[in-house]
């Protein structure tokens, strides 16, 4: 945490994020893509001027996803492996 903060007001963070700022400001998003980054699922938002962005949300992280949809996430994987139901159902 006190490294971000460090960031956020040194000279080379300061001009990253007004770089990012640059970038995003007067845009807008004209749609958006989700893909699988091993760890989380990731988000990319893409602008009208063709450029992409990348967003990750903690709540799409992998332990994130386990926890809210447990009961989804089991019934997707034994449509992988249907001959494991009722030997591994908990």
Same mark, same amino acid.
């Given at each position: 945490m006190a490294d971000i %903060?460090?960031?956020?007001?040194?000279?080379?963070?300061?001009?990253?994020?007004?770089?990012?700022? !640059?970038?995003?400001k007067g845009h807008t998003v004209v749609d958006v893509s989700f893909a699988n980054d091993v760890w989380c699922v990731a988000?990319?938002?893409?602008?009208? %001027?063709?450029?992409?962005f990348?967003?990750?949300?903690?709540?799409?992280?992998?332990?994130?996803? !386990?926890?809210?949809?447990h009961d989804v996430l089991q019934e997707e994987y034994f449509k992988d492996y249907p001959e494991r139901r009722g030997t591994e159902e908990s």
């Open positions: %903060d460090r960031f956020m007001r040194s000279k080379a963070g300061k001009k990253h994020l007004r770089e990012i700022r !640059r970038m995003l988000t990319t938002l893409h602008l009208d %001027d063709g450029e992409t990348e967003v990750y949300q903690p709540s799409l992280e992998v332990d994130a996803l !386990r926890e809210e949809f």
